[in-house]
């Protein structure tokens, strides 16, 4: 197992721009859309607290595992396993990453393109004044082309970066971008906190419930604390195929669950303050949570400087575009480095595929919202089949493969090597880390699931 970076598939520069990259990655939509649909339908605080519990317990050790698999391999998902565990049928939790990445960038640019839509419009003014803006939301999704051109449209600016190679570009805009988001974030909270339906909005997500926890809630609570870390992909492990020999693991992905966990939590202080106070909106409103409510907070809070929630509201949705595009990036970056490492194509020849590939079925993804609505298999359309697939099924599964792997079969020598970076640095947390590693992170899936099975 090669120890050094200069396999010429380039790495990245700074200590920050590994954590920012990776947080990057990390923060998104997961965070900002995805989270608050999450806890409304989950009946909130209990399902923060499982989900907190399944940060800390389960995504957070598989991320120093995927972090530990694409140092020590220097290769996309499917190489790793190829590299570390040759001829091992583990090798399907790579394929299986392939896919699942491809399916998540294909539905997570459906809700990137709105809110590319959202900026659009509120940078136009359009999204101000006493407006129904569930009528409006609706109105938009089930337009049978827009959606779909503003899919394409996200898809087109991930696909140019991804082209030019991820050092400069990921790396440069993670730390220009993040930050901001992050100050956003915060002042946006603040403002809703002082909101009427604060207390309401902040009892639904301070007060547990814990008669609405059903085995349904763990898997998605579970299923959330992998998708917003981007753990059990392959996504971490091909990053991680880029960071330097002194990149340190496990400080690394403590900083990015911290950052993770912190926007995602913010932003249900955001939304369901927001929630409480506009009387009609609903905490289970699902998908559109975000594009609905969010307009009337920048209105309300505004409403005597109009002009600030111009501004807010601008660039709120802009920064959203953005973190969703560090995110989409790194979901690219699975299968655009698979194809150029294993196939010997040229980067930008291999991001064409996989970019081909994720339109045609983001926008399946996109009509599901208008002319398929109908088109269902158990209640749900291809978009929701997408998101239950892959965050339910794929990451849970590669979560399990990886963990046990790094736990059980990988030789102990090299995860303390990459964990201690060749002996330069002192073994912190490592017993805690085998004892995840090895039990609670793979039996903590396993129950999860067979709980899901017998149900
Ligand atoms: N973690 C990202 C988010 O929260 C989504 C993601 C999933 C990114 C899987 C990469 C891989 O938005």
Not at 85 to 101: C, E, H, M, R, T
């Amino acid at each position: 197992m090669s120890t050094s970076s200069s396999t010429g598939r380039g790495s990245f520069g700074t200590s920050l721009g590994v954590i920012l990259a990776s947080a990057g990655s990390a923060v998104g939509l997961g965070n900002i859309w995805r989270f608050p649909t999450e806890v409304g339908n989950n009946g909130g605080a209990a399902f923060i607290l499982v989900y907190l519990a399944f940060v800390l317990f389960l995504s957070l050790p598989v991320m120093v595992c995927e972090f530990l698999m694409g140092r020590s391999s220097h290769s996309n998902t499917v190489g790793a396993w190829k590299v570390l565990a040759p001829k091992s049928p583990l090798i399907v939790a790579g394929y299986l990453g392939i896919l699942a990445g491809v399916l998540i960038l294909s539905f997570y640019s459906v809700v990137a393109g709105w809110t590319l839509d959202y900026t659009v419009l509120s940078l136009g003014n359009k999204l101000a004044g006493d407006q129904n803006y569930a009528a409006v939301f609706e109105t938009f999704v089930s337009n049978p082309w827009k959606p779909i051109v503003y899919l394409c449209l996200f898809l087109f600016l991930t696909h140019w970066i991804v082209a030019r190679g991820v050092e400069r570009g990921i790396e440069r805009y993670s730390r220009l971008m993040m930050p901001m988001l992050l100050v956003i974030i915060v002042v946006l909270a603040l403002s809703a906190s002082r909101m009427p339906g604060a207390e309401a909005g902040l009892t639904f997500l301070l007060r547990p419930d814990f008669s609405k926890m059903t085995p349904d809630v763990l898997l998605s609570a579970m299923g959330q604390a992998l998708f917003s870390l981007s753990v059990g992909v392959g996504c971490l492990t091909t990053y991680a195929s880029y960071f330097k020999k002194e990149t340190k693991l496990m400080s690394s992905a403590l900083s990015v669950c911290l950052i993770d966990t912190l926007v995602a939590v913010t932003s249900g202080f955001i939304i369901f303050p927001a929630v409480f106070s506009v009387s009609g909106l609903s905490v289970d409103a699902g998908p559109g949570l975000v594009f609905i409510t969010l307009p009337y907070v920048f209105n309300a809070t505004f409403s005597s400087a109009p002009v600030w929630g111009y501004v807010f509201s601008g660039l709120f949705y802009l920064l959203l575009v953005l973190a969703a595009l560090t995110s989409s990036i790194s979901m690219h970056e699975i299968s655009t480095a698979f194809l150029t490492d294993n196939y010997q194509m040229s980067r930008k020849y291999a991001a064409r595929i996989v970019t081909a590939v994720c339109m045609l079925l983001g926008i399946a993804c996109s009509l599901s919202f208008g002319p398929w609505k109908e088109y269902t298999l158990c209640g749900m359309g291809v978009f929701d089949w997408f998101d239950y697939f892959s965050a339910r099924f794929c990451m849970p599964l590669g979560a399990l493969a990886i963990s046990i792997f790094v736990g059980w079969i990988m030789p102990q020598r090299e995860v303390r090597n990459q964990l201690t970076n060749w002996g330069t640095l002192p073994i912190v947390l490592y017993g805690t880390f085998r004892f995840l590693s090895r039990w609670v992170a793979p039996l903590g899936v396993a129950i999860v699931f067979i709980n899901e099975l017998l149900h």
